[in-house]
C-alpha cells in the first residue's frame, strides 16, 4: 500500500488492484452531514495484505465499503484493476463485484440450507460461470475442509465456517478480498488459524486482502498497516507488530 499526497494524481502505478483518489464521502442523514472520508488517497498494489485500524468512527467501514464499490464516493475516484468505479451504474458495479472482488464478513454470511460444497460454489453458479473444480480443491485442501464439504454450517465450529466463507470468496479467482473484521466473532485459537490462512493465501497464492479489524493481534499479521482517524489515514506502519499498534491506537483514544 502506498499512500498518495492529496496533491498527488499521478496514473497509478502498474500492478495496483485498487486505487483511491482524492476520495471524500459524505454521510447524510436529514440536515446532519458527516465526513466519514476525507480527501482519501491510496494505492493497494498486487499481493498486498492490508489491514486497515482506527478507534471507532474513524471511517474504516466507510472506506471498505467504497473501495469495494458497494458505496459510492461524494468526490474523487476509485478505480479496482483500471476500471473507475465511481463512472459505473449500480448494475455494472454488481458484476464487477461480482467477478473482481471477494467478501469475508465477522458472520461469515453462509446460506444455512446448503452443504458446504453447495455454499463455495453458489455464486459462480449464480453468476452464470461453472466452477474451476482443480482450483477449488487446492482452496479446500489449504484449507483442511475437505473432510466436511457435504455437512452444513450448523454442523461446523466458526472457525470451519470462516474458512468455508474465506473459500468462497477465492473460488471466483477475484482481484482483492475485503475482509471486514474476519476473526470478530472467534475465539483466540480459531482466530490464529484464520489469520494465518489468510497470510498463506497471500503469501503463496499471490492473493491481494485488505482487512479490517479492531484486533492488534489480528493487523499484526498483515504487511502493512493503515491507521485512520477522523476518516483520514494518519498512519501507516510496516510490518507491524501488536504492541505498536495497540500503543498507536491508544494514543488515538481508540481500542
Ligand atoms: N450510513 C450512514 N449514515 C450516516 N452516518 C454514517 C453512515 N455510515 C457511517 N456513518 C458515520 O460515518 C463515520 C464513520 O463511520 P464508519 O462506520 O466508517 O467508522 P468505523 O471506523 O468503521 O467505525 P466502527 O469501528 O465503530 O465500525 C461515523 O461518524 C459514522 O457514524
Known amino acids: 500500500m502506498r499512500r498518495r499526497g492529496s496533491a498527488d494524481t499521478r496514473p497509478a502505478p502498474p500492478g495496483q488492484v485498487i486505487g483511491l483518489d482524492r476520495v471524500t464521502k459524505v454521510h447524510r442523514t436529514g440536515t446532519v452531514a458527516v465526513t466519514a472520508l476525507d480527501d482519501v488517497s491510496l494505492t493497494v498494489p498486487c499481493g498486498a495484505f492490508l489491514a486497515v485500524m482506527g478507534p471507532s468512527g474513524s471511517g474504516k467501514s466507510t472506506l471498505l465499503q467504497v473501495a469495494a464499490g458497494l458505496d459510492t464516493p461524494t468526490s474523487?475516484?476509485?478505480?479496482?484493476?483500471?476500471?473507475?468505479?465511481?463512472r459505473l451504474d449500480e448494475a455494472r458495479r454488481t458484476v464487477l463485484r461480482r467477478d473482481r472482488i471477494g467478501f469475508v464478513f465477522q458472520g461469515y454470511n453462509l446460506l444455512p440450507a446448503l452443504t458446504v460444497e453447495q455454499n463455495v460454489t453458489l455464486p459462480l453458479r449464480l453468476a452464470g460461470r461453472a466452477p474451476?473444480?482443480?482450483w477449488i480443491r487446492v482452496l479446500v485442501d489449504r484449507t483442511g475442509l475437505d473432510g466436511v464439504?457435504?455437512?452444513?454450517?450448523?454442523?461446523?465450529?466458526?472457525?470451519?465456517?470462516?474458512?468455508?466463507?474465506?473459500?468462497r470468496a477465492l473460488a471466483a479467482r477475484p482481484d482483492i478480498v475485503f475482509a471486514d473484521?474476519?476473526?470478530?466473532?472467534?475465539?483466540v485459537?480459531?482466530?490464529?488459524?484464520?489469520?494465518?490462512?489468510?497470510?498463506?493465501i497471500v503469501d503463496e497464492l499471490g492473493q491481494t486482502i485488505v482487512m479490517v479489524t479492531h484486533d492488534?493481534?489480528?493487523a499484526a499479521r498483515s504487511h502493512e498497516a493503515l491507521i485512520m482517524a477522523d476518516g483520514r489515514i494518519?498512519?501507516?506502519?510496516?510490518?507491524?507488530?501488536?504492541?505498536?499498534?495497540?500503543?498507536r491506537l491508544t494514543s488515538l483514544g481508540g481500542r
Not at 76 to 86: E, N, Q, Y
Not at 149 to 167: K, M, T, W, Y
Request: overall charge negative; aromatic content about 0%; glycine content about 10%.
Open 216 to 218: 492488534p493481534a489480528a
Open 149 to 167: 464439504l457435504h455437512r452444513r454450517p450448523a454442523e461446523l465450529s466458526g472457525g470451519q465456517q470462516q474458512r468455508v466463507a474465506i473459500v
Open 76 to 86: 474523487g475516484t476509485v478505480t479496482v484493476g483500471g476500471t473507475d468505479i465511481s
Open 132 to 134: 474451476d473444480r482443480e
Open 234 to 247: 494518519v498512519d501507516v506502519i510496516r510490518e507491524p507488530d501488536a504492541s505498536t499498534l495497540a500503543a
Open 181 to 187: 473484521e474476519p476473526t470478530g466473532a472467534l475465539d
Open 189 to 200: 485459537r480459531s482466530s490464529g488459524d484464520v489469520l494465518t490462512l489468510l497470510r498463506q
